[in-house]
Protein backbone atom coordinates (compact mmCIF):
# COMPACT_ATOMS: atom_id res chain seq x y z
CA UNK A 1 0.00 0.00 0.00
CA UNK A 2 2.79 2.17 0.80
CA UNK A 3 4.87 1.36 -2.19
CA UNK A 4 1.83 2.47 -4.32
CA UNK A 5 1.82 5.91 -2.23
CA UNK A 6 5.46 6.65 -3.65
CA UNK A 7 4.49 6.25 -7.39
CA UNK A 8 1.75 8.27 -7.18
CA UNK A 9 3.55 11.27 -5.43
CA UNK A 10 6.48 11.03 -8.29
CA UNK A 11 6.21 12.94 -10.81
CA UNK A 12 8.40 14.46 -13.70
CA UNK A 13 9.73 17.52 -13.45
CA UNK A 14 7.96 21.00 -15.30
CA UNK A 15 9.57 22.49 -17.97
CA UNK A 16 10.77 25.13 -14.98
CA UNK A 17 12.29 22.76 -13.38
CA UNK A 18 14.51 21.99 -16.20
CA UNK A 19 18.27 22.43 -16.09
CA UNK A 20 18.82 23.38 -19.91
CA UNK A 21 16.19 26.26 -20.73
CA UNK A 22 14.50 25.47 -24.55
CA UNK A 23 15.05 28.16 -26.79
CA UNK A 24 12.78 28.26 -29.93
CA UNK A 25 13.71 30.39 -32.47
CA UNK A 26 10.59 29.42 -34.70
CA UNK A 27 10.62 27.78 -38.57
CA UNK A 28 11.71 24.32 -38.98
CA UNK A 29 14.52 22.68 -37.43
CA UNK A 30 17.93 23.20 -39.01
CA UNK A 31 19.80 20.03 -40.32
CA UNK A 32 23.10 20.16 -42.20
CA UNK A 33 23.55 19.38 -45.85
CA UNK A 34 23.63 15.99 -46.88
CA UNK A 35 27.03 15.70 -47.86
CA UNK A 36 28.06 12.70 -49.90
CA UNK A 37 29.67 9.51 -48.40
CA UNK A 38 32.92 8.88 -50.15
CA UNK A 39 33.03 4.92 -51.02
CA UNK A 40 35.25 2.98 -48.17
CA UNK A 41 38.14 1.25 -49.74
CA UNK A 42 40.50 -1.38 -48.37
CA UNK A 43 44.55 -0.13 -47.20
CA UNK A 44 46.72 -1.52 -49.34
CA UNK A 45 44.23 -2.83 -51.39
CA UNK A 46 44.81 -2.90 -55.42
CA UNK A 47 41.92 -1.69 -57.64
CA UNK A 48 41.96 -0.95 -61.10
CA UNK A 49 40.03 1.80 -63.00
CA UNK A 50 38.34 0.62 -66.44
CA UNK A 51 40.84 1.42 -68.47
CA UNK A 52 43.42 -0.93 -67.22
CA UNK A 53 45.62 0.87 -64.66
CA UNK A 54 46.04 -0.49 -61.14
CA UNK A 55 46.37 1.77 -57.95
CA UNK A 56 47.63 0.99 -54.87
CA UNK A 57 45.16 2.54 -52.03
CA UNK A 58 46.77 4.06 -49.17
CA UNK A 59 44.45 6.13 -46.13
CA UNK A 60 45.53 9.69 -45.15
CA UNK A 61 45.13 10.45 -41.52
CA UNK A 62 43.02 14.07 -43.35
CA UNK A 63 40.86 11.74 -44.23
CA UNK A 64 40.63 9.97 -47.91
CA UNK A 65 43.33 8.21 -49.40
CA UNK A 66 46.62 9.15 -52.28
CA UNK A 67 46.66 6.05 -55.20
CA UNK A 68 50.01 4.85 -56.19
CA UNK A 69 50.99 2.60 -59.30
CA UNK A 70 52.11 -0.80 -58.33
CA UNK A 71 55.80 0.11 -59.22
CA UNK A 72 55.61 2.96 -57.45
CA UNK A 73 54.23 1.54 -54.01
CA UNK A 74 57.36 -1.14 -53.90
CA UNK A 75 59.65 1.84 -54.75
CA UNK A 76 58.70 4.22 -52.18
CA UNK A 77 58.05 6.74 -54.81
CA UNK A 78 55.22 9.14 -54.92
CA UNK A 79 51.29 9.06 -55.49
CA UNK A 80 49.54 9.11 -58.60
CA UNK A 81 46.35 10.06 -57.54
CA UNK A 82 44.96 11.56 -54.50
CA UNK A 83 40.72 11.85 -53.25
CA UNK A 84 38.63 14.95 -52.37
CA UNK A 85 36.40 14.46 -49.57
CA UNK A 86 33.99 14.28 -52.21
CA UNK A 87 35.86 11.22 -53.88
CA UNK A 88 36.75 12.73 -56.87
CA UNK A 89 40.17 11.86 -57.54
CA UNK A 90 42.55 14.65 -58.42
CA UNK A 91 46.55 14.69 -60.30
CA UNK A 92 48.54 17.77 -59.79
CA UNK A 93 45.72 19.10 -58.00
CA UNK A 94 43.50 19.19 -60.55
CA UNK A 95 40.44 17.10 -60.41
CA UNK A 96 40.30 13.92 -63.16
CA UNK A 97 37.14 12.64 -64.78
CA UNK A 98 37.65 9.32 -62.02
CA UNK A 99 35.74 8.96 -58.99
CA UNK A 100 36.47 6.38 -56.27
CA UNK A 101 33.14 4.88 -57.37
CA UNK A 102 35.21 4.03 -60.60
CA UNK A 103 37.86 1.59 -58.78
CA UNK A 104 37.14 -1.91 -59.29
CA UNK A 105 38.87 -4.19 -56.54
CA UNK A 106 40.78 -6.39 -57.58
CA UNK A 107 40.59 -8.69 -54.09
CA UNK A 108 44.59 -8.31 -54.13
CA UNK A 109 46.48 -6.34 -51.49
CA UNK A 110 50.08 -4.82 -52.08
CA UNK A 111 52.45 -5.88 -49.72
CA UNK A 112 53.23 -3.55 -46.73
CA UNK A 113 55.84 -0.72 -47.48
CA UNK A 114 57.75 -1.47 -44.00
CA UNK A 115 60.89 -1.61 -44.81
CA UNK A 116 61.22 -4.44 -42.10
CA UNK A 117 58.28 -6.34 -43.49
CA UNK A 118 59.32 -9.41 -45.20
Same mark, same amino acid.
Given at each position: ?????????????????????????????????????? *???? @??? &??????? =?????? +?????????????????????????????????????? *???? @??? &??????? =?????? +??
Amino acid at each position: MQRKRLLNTARPPSFRDSPVPIIYFGGEPLTPPKTEVM *QKLR @ERG &IYALADG =REFVVH +AVFRGGYVFYTPEDWDLFGAYSYESDPQGHLRWNGQRD *QWCT @EDL &IDTSRTA =RSRSRN +AA
